[in-house]
């Protein structure tokens, strides 16, 4: 295989979740400015997933957050997942949800109420329940938990019963299902945050065991952090688990990935592609907010974006660099990895897109099927995401 060949091979076993969350509506906590067209239900957000898959030839699985993809029936989550085989994508992560219940004002599974305590883990419980119906491999678990005061709760007995809870879980997945530790390094609370950081996710994954990896939320670091030199970390040691991809101006803005930072974006690739992580086993996932702009072609712009971050870091000439690095020629390597940055490979992903039987062009081709129009006049009455009231 020539080279060019092996890097267009690659871009079509890329696969980007897309979340099932950002199909709705969402907003500020100033406003939700409502659009025409957003799902009514977990199906319809199917529908729309489908489209983005349809239109981006890589974008087949959809994560589900519970409870705002609840289903009914004994037999909900397996009709679920076969209304989306039946369009073409599959059931992915099942993210769970301890943070919009009055009872965890003070903390979920880390409060220090066993009672409360019990009933994020019973939670947690049927987040399994609900991948054992799916099929889904990866349950996320983020926690809003956290203090805004000193002295407000102890900081290490807060972290046994985070250990106790985790364990607990860990000890009821399947041999296939694995638990991905999302960190968050402050929101909603303000003074401790119980998982605040990598380290401290990495430090009960790797208590837990293998099945326990590390979720880096691209929009969950201080301004400044070297996300890529993380991911490079976790890889190293066999931890990194996924992303949460979508881009930060100043806080979890939760925009669309590639549009702050494209730079950052092909340096995280670039490490993932280095470590060996460019495989199924580390989940590319967006984790995004559509406040303002339409929801469906901001998805697609976002995979498209992942995908040119993807193919720039394939194209590093990486003996070319491993060269100027052992020679220590700094502007030599330095200008390595920017020739990769600095290529137009949107014509490489027109062909590559061609090749898999796509329309080149997945923007115009969205806009050009009416699908907008269609799901503006059907649906009436949208969903809001679970965000942002
Ligand atoms: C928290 C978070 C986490 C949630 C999602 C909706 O900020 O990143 O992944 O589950 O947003
Ligand atoms: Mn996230
Ligand atoms: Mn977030």
């Not at 092996?6 to 897309?18: I, N, R, S």
């Not at 926690?143 to 019963?161: L, V």
């Not at 990935?257 to 670039?270: E, K, N, S």
């Not at 100027?324 to 020629?329: E, K, L, N, T, V």
């Amino acid at each position: 295989m020539t080279e060019l060949a092996a890097v267009k091979a690659a871009l079509k076993t890329q696969a980007v979740e897309t979340p099932s969350w950002a199909y709705g509506n969402s907003g500020t906590r100033f406003k939700v400015f409502a659009q025409a067209g957003v799902p009514r239900n977990p199906f319809e957000k199917l529908d729309d997933a489908a489209q983005v898959h349809a239109y981006t030839g890589v974008a087949p699985t959809v994560a589900l957050h519970i409870p705002w993809d609840k289903v009914d029936g004994s037999n909900g989550y397996a009709e679920l997942a076969k209304y989306a085989q039946d369009r073409g994508v599959k059931l992915g992560t099942i993210n769970s949800n301890t943070f919009q219940d009055d009872d965890y004002k003070l903390g979920s599974v880390c409060h220090a109420d066993p009672a409360v305590r019990r009933k994020a883990l019973d939670h947690l419980l049927e987040c399994v329940d609900i991948m054992d119906a799916t099929g889904s491999k990866d349950l996320k678990l983020w926690f809003a938990d956290g203090t805004n005061y000193p002295g407000q709760d102890d900081i290490r007995e807060r972290q046994d019963r985070l250990a106790e809870a985790l364990a607990a879980v860990y000890e009821r997945l399947g041999d296939d299902q694995r638990m991905l530790l999302e960190y968050k390094f402050f929101e909603p609370a303000f003074y401790t945050t119980d998982v605040p950081d990598w380290g401290t996710a990495y430090a009960h994954c790797l208590k837990l065991g293998s099945k326990a990896q590390v979720v880096v939320d691209t929009g969950h670091h201080a301004p400044g952090t070297n996300i890529e030199f993380i991911v490079a970390t976790l890889l190293r040691e066999g931890k990194l688990g996924g992303f949460d991809f979508n881009s930060r101006f100043y806080a979890d803005d939760d925009l669309m990935v590639g549009a702050a930072d494209p730079f950052q974006l092909f340096r995280i690739m670039y490490e993932v592609i280095r470590g060996g992580g460019f495989t199924p086993d580390v989940a590319f996932m967006l984790d995004q907010c559509h406040n303002i702009e339409a929801k469906i072609p901001a998805i697609i712009r976002s995979v498209m974006n992942v995908q040119e971050a993807t193919a720039k870091a394939l194209l590093v000439d990486r003996e070319a660099l491993g060269a100027a690095q052992r020679g220590g020629d700094v502007l030599e390597a330095n200008a390595v990895l920017m020739d990769a940055y600095n290529t137009d490979v949107r014509p490489l992903l027109r062909e590559v897109r061609e090749e898999m039987g796509l329309d080149a062009d997945p923007m115009g081709a969205y806009r050009r099927s009416g699908w907008a129009s269609k799901i503006a006049e059907e649906r009436v009455g949208g969903e809001q995401a679970g965000w942002g009231a």
